[in-house]
């Protein structure tokens, strides 16, 4: 095998466009170049060599460290920056204003780090023999956008010119990304510059422009570095994170029924925080109705769903009758606020039970026209007694009616504090989210514009599209089609 030596590094650096006085920030792999004379060593010196005196090499001092890394942190030369989680050193010129305070910086990698400094002063990014997901400047995009699914690190204690200093960085980077996948688009926008040495690849962009130009992407679609594999549980959540942070801009609260989310508690908790929905309308638990389970064990549920951070939001009874009680109990004792049953010609012996007890009911319309819902609505209002109506499209499709434009405009909108996504066709068939007769697109439209404040809740027809997520993802098309 053909030896690589600190000339021939120069030459092929040269060839990309590097010239002296320039700055770059470093990510490698010595390996990847194959036989080297002078190892790490030539590496280093054959890119100072190429910057000359006005030059600086960066390289990230953090994590697990190559051999190039390792030998320009140990220079008698180098400078580097104080930081406990993303720290660099640098040689050259600019060394001391890059490294300069890093510690002090609001975020990690973000305005006054050397990675948005080394940008703003027209300097490179150069993987050598690595990929895009060794590009650590691709974080500051991520902090610059302020991406909801980072994190806030744990406060650390470390010493700093300045003394001991106590502190933690919001909008953290995490765990998976697939900044790989980014390489095609930055290719074919002509960001980055392509070549080879020995073994490796190495990759040459304009940092500014690269941060610009993922910049832009990430405003349109802030998920633009996280993998589609449903088996990455690390880009699952962090999707989560960004639905829920897009779903908490919405005037109105979404739920999830737990029988669409699954059949046990730790299931149902799994399923929620997978797709970003923090709360839902407890309906049924290990394949049963409300009605069939103890008090106890809705109690116990309520209490074990809490704790994985999901709320319960209501409870739901599926009929009327001698559950009504056992339900109400179970609300009060587990401090669920909220019942939820069909509505019926004793709906006013059914409310002011309720009211008893401390607890807000809504009737949600089975099987019945939009006459019939408004009379008994109307008429508990007219006796005193507050009630909301848990409205359900696919029902009102069922029973032959248009959802939005006869059932929703017929006097039925004042009472409205839930609304059932769930879609249907007039035969009764469960739809996917617009896919039905139920409206459901118009009805969420005229609510966004009324600002209504209550709950949205995907039911357990959903099923007909698949699970929880899928039923998630409807909703995102549904809303990004408004």
């Given at each position: 095998m053909t030896s690589v030596t600190r000339d021939d590094i120069a030459t092929a650096l040269r060839r990309m466009g590097l010239g002296e006085g320039d700055i770059v920030l470093l990510h490698s792999s010595v390996a990847s170049l194959g036989r080297v004379d002078g190892g790490a060593?030539?590496?280093?010196?054959?890119?100072?060599?190429?910057?000359?005196?006005?030059?600086?090499?960066?390289?990230?001092?953090?994590?697990?460290?190559?051999?190039?890394?390792?030998?320009?942190?140990?220079?008698?030369?180098?400078?580097?920056?104080?930081?406990?989680?993303?720290?660099?050193?640098?040689?050259?010129?600019?060394?001391?204003?890059?490294?300069?305070?890093?510690?002090?910086?609001?975020?990690?990698?973000?305005?006054?780090?050397?990675?948005?400094?080394?940008?703003d002063m027209g300097g490179y990014v150069c993987l050598l023999g690595v990929d895009q997901d060794r590009n650590t400047t691709l974080h500051t995009v991520e902090e610059i956008l302020r991406l909801p699914y980072l994190t806030t690190t744990a406060e650390t204690t470390f010493e700093t010119p300045e003394g001991t200093v106590t502190r933690s960085w919001p909008f953290f980077p995490g765990p998976h990304r697939d900044f790989i996948g980014l390489e095609r688009r930055l290719e074919q926008a002509g960001k980055v510059r392509l070549s080879r040495l020995g073994r490796a690849a190495i990759r040459l962009m304009k940092a500014l422009d690269l941060i610009e130009f993922c910049?832009?992407?990430?405003?349109?679609?802030?998920?633009?570095?996280?993998?589609?594999?449903?088996?990455?549980?690390?880009?699952?959540?962090?999707?989560?994170?960004?639905?829920?942070?897009?779903?908490?801009?919405?005037?109105?609260?979404?739920?999830?029924?737990?029988?669409?989310?699954?059949?046990?508690?730790?299931?149902?908790?799994?399923?929620?925080?997978?797709?970003?929905?923090?709360?839902?309308?407890?309906?049924?638990?290990?394949?049963?109705?409300?009605?069939?389970?103890?008090?106890?064990?809705?109690?116990?549920?309520?209490?074990?769903?809490?704790?994985?951070?999901?709320?319960?939001?209501?409870?739901?009874?599926?009929?009327?009758?001698?559950?009504?009680?056992?339900?109400?109990?179970?609300?009060?004792?587990?401090?669920?606020?909220?019942?939820?049953?069909?509505?019926?010609?004793?709906?006013?012996?059914?409310?002011?039970?309720?009211?008893?007890?401390?607890?807000?009911?809504?009737?949600?319309?089975?099987?019945?026209?939009?006459?019939?819902?408004?009379?008994?609505m109307l008429g508990l209002r007219s006796r005193g007694i507050e009630a909301g109506l848990a409205f359900s499209p696919a029902d009102f499709a069922a029973a032959g009616e248009n959802p939005f434009l006869a059932s929703y405009r017929h006097r039925l909108r004042r009472f409205i504090d839930q609304v059932d996504l769930e879609d249907g066709r007039f035969d009764g068939t469960p739809a996917t989210l617009m896919q039905g007769n139920a409206e459901i697109k118009e009805l969420v439209s005229i609510l966004r514009c009324c600002s209504f404040d209550g709950l949205m809740v995907l039911g357990p027809r959903n099923r007909c599209g698949g699970g929880l997520l899928d039923a998630a993802k409807a909703l995102d098309r549904l809303l990004e089609s408004l």
């Open positions: 060593e030539a590496v280093v010196e054959a890119f100072l060599d190429v910057l000359g005196p006005e030059g600086t090499l960066v390289v990230p001092t953090f994590g697990a460290l190559g051999t190039i890394t390792e030998v320009v942190r140990q220079r008698p030369d180098a400078v580097r920056s104080v930081h406990p989680k993303a720290s660099v050193a640098a040689v050259g010129a600019a060394a001391e204003a890059l490294c300069r305070d890093h510690w002090k910086a609001d975020l990690a990698h973000g305005p006054d780090t050397p990675y948005q400094r080394l940008a910049t832009a992407i990430g405003r349109a679609d802030p998920a633009f570095v996280l993998c589609d594999n449903p088996a990455c549980t690390d880009c699952v959540r962090q999707r989560a994170a960004l639905r829920r942070d897009r779903l908490a801009q919405e005037p109105f609260r979404v739920a999830a029924a737990a029988s669409l989310a699954g059949r046990y508690v730790e299931e149902i908790a799994e399923a929620c925080q997978n797709t970003g929905i923090d709360r839902v309308e407890l309906d049924a638990l290990r394949g049963l109705p409300l009605a069939r389970l103890k008090t106890s064990a809705i109690v116990a549920a309520v209490a074990a769903l809490r704790d994985q951070g999901v709320g319960v939001c209501a409870l739901r009874l599926s009929a009327a009758g001698e559950a009504f009680t056992a339900a109400l109990t179970a609300a009060a004792e587990a401090g669920v606020g909220r019942l939820v049953m069909p509505l019926t010609d004793r709906a006013g012996a059914y409310a002011a039970a309720a009211a008893e007890r401390g607890v807000r009911i809504a009737f949600a319309n089975r099987a019945l026209m939009r006459d019939v819902v408004s009379d008994i």
